[in-house]
């Protein structure tokens, strides 16, 4: 499948969305609204079309008009991640009024901290660490401050680096970028550069040497398990190979960690976890259970934001970044409605799930992906019309 395909799956995708939209209730960034209005920006840049961005505006205005309702602070679930889209439908609409709900909404947030944390989770998806991430994406550096040093009191030693409780009361101790120790690693890290931090900085550098103690492939590859001890192990696989708690985001935190330390070991470590990804048998349903999401968190999606990062930063081709693409083209349902995926749960019956809306499980975390390996088989600029908080630029490939 071409560009010119990607891009007409893609425009079948948003419509199926706009069909919907208007009608999500869900304000928050992973699953709801706010993410929903990202991928409209995006359909509103790539495609010139008013239609979207009168309906990103739309949907600001009901994440606006939910500010006061919600108890969650976070990044992914909460008031931080609906006061980014907000601030962004500002930044490109020209909208005051989401301007100012972004601000309500921060400042809320501030008056919820207890001079620790905001909830019993501890990590990026659901806590300080997210919340950092997206101050500093509002340009809030203080704020995101605030969310980080927590981090230098609460983290525990282990043989290698450190790591922390990512939930109150949770034995096990998680690895990954979601809900894990590579999640703070890489607010830690992108707060201490944007601040100038080196005790930020040295504590990333601490938590990520924990994570890369943890490897259990060969000097090729990077895969490090969910969690140790195994949390719900009659529920979670040992090991993962997506964006939430595998090596596809593992990546991008290392590539954020070459960026701000110049250091190339870093993006050998990229290198490495998308060896593991690309040799892992993804996007082929290997077992039940084995690669059941087509979506941005922890499915394809997720892994075709890295191959196009990867690809805009003069590492690969776009030959991985195609065969994945075709797999979402196969996977797709397509009729008068538009273009939606439906993932799997091979536990229930009937294991096809009703399609999703969001970024995380839904068509707009896949849109929003399949628009920008358009643009780059097209040889247009392969950046986002927003930058995602947690996701690092391309840039400048350290030691290439």
Same mark, same amino acid.
């Given at each position: ?7 007409? #799956?893609?425009? %079948? ?8 939209? +208007? ?27 008013? @239609? ?51 601000? =309500? ?15 019993? @989770?501890?990590?990026?998806? /659901? ?12 340009? +809030? ?19 290698? /680096?450190? =790591? ?27 707060? %201490? =550069? ?24 060969? $000097? ?5 398990? !969910? ?18 708690? %595998? $090596? ?26 998308? =060896? ?5 048998? #993804?996007?082929?349903?290997?077992? $039940? %259970? ?53 993932? !799997? ?43 995602? $908080? ?11």
């Amino acid at each position: 499948m071409g560009g010119s395909d990607a891009e007409t #799956l893609a425009a %079948g995708g948003v419509r199926w969305l706009l069909g919907l939209a +208007d009608d999500e209730f869900d304000p928050t960034l992973y699953s709801g609204a706010a993410g929903i209005v990202i991928t409209l920006l995006e359909a509103h840049r790539h495609f010139g079309d008013d @239609q979207y961005g009168d309906a990103a505006v739309r949907g600001a205005r009901t994440i606006a008009a939910a500010v006061d309702d919600v108890d969650h602070c976070s990044l992914y679930f909460g008031l931080t991640g609906m006061a980014f889209a907000l601030r962004v439908v500002d930044e490109l609409l020209g909208d005051p009024h989401a301007a100012a709900a972004a601000d =309500h909404a921060l400042e809320l947030v501030r008056s919820r901290f207890d001079g620790e944390r905001w909830s019993d @989770q501890f990590e990026l998806l /659901g806590g300080n660490a997210g919340i950092a991430l997206g101050a500093l994406a509002v340009g +809030d550096p203080d704020l995101a401050v605030l969310a980080v040093t927590p981090y230098l009191r609460t983290a525990e030693t282990t043989v290698r /680096g450190v =790591h922390w409780e990512v939930r109150a009361g949770t034995p096990a101790r998680f690895h990954h970028i979601s809900h894990g120790t590579l999640g703070i690693v890489q607010a830690l890290a992108a707060v %201490g =550069h944007a601040t100038g931090s080196s005790e930020l900085l040295e504590l990333a550098l601490a938590g990520a040497a924990d994570v890369v103690s943890r490897n259990q492939a060969g $000097p090729s590859d990077f895969l490090v398990p !969910h969690s140790d001890p195994q949390h719900k192990p009659e529920l979670t696989e040992r090991y993962s190979f997506g964006w939430c708690h %595998g $090596p596809a985001g593992d990546a991008q935190v290392f590539r954020l960690l070459g960026a701000v330390t110049e250091d190339p070991a870093w993006q050998d470590l990229a290198d490495r976890c998308w =060896h593991t990804v690309t040799h892992s048998g #993804l996007p082929r349903q290997l077992r $039940p %259970g084995f690669w059941d999401n087509s979506g941005r968190c922890c499915g394809t999606a997720g892994v075709l934001a890295l191959a196009c990062d990867r690809y805009g930063e003069g590492r690969d081709n776009l030959d991985f970044a195609t065969v994945l693409v075709n797999d979402l083209a196969l996977r797709a349902t397509v009729d008068g409605g538009g273009v939606r995926w439906s993932n !799997h749960e091979h536990r229930a019956t009937p294991s096809t799930l009703e399609p999703q809306t969001g970024w995380a499980m839904g068509n707009a975390g896949i849109v929003r992906e399949l628009l920008r390996f358009a643009r780059a088989t097209a040889g247009s600029d392969p950046s986002y019309a927003v930058p995602w $908080p947690d996701h690092p630029a391309v840039g400048r490939v350290v030691g290439a």
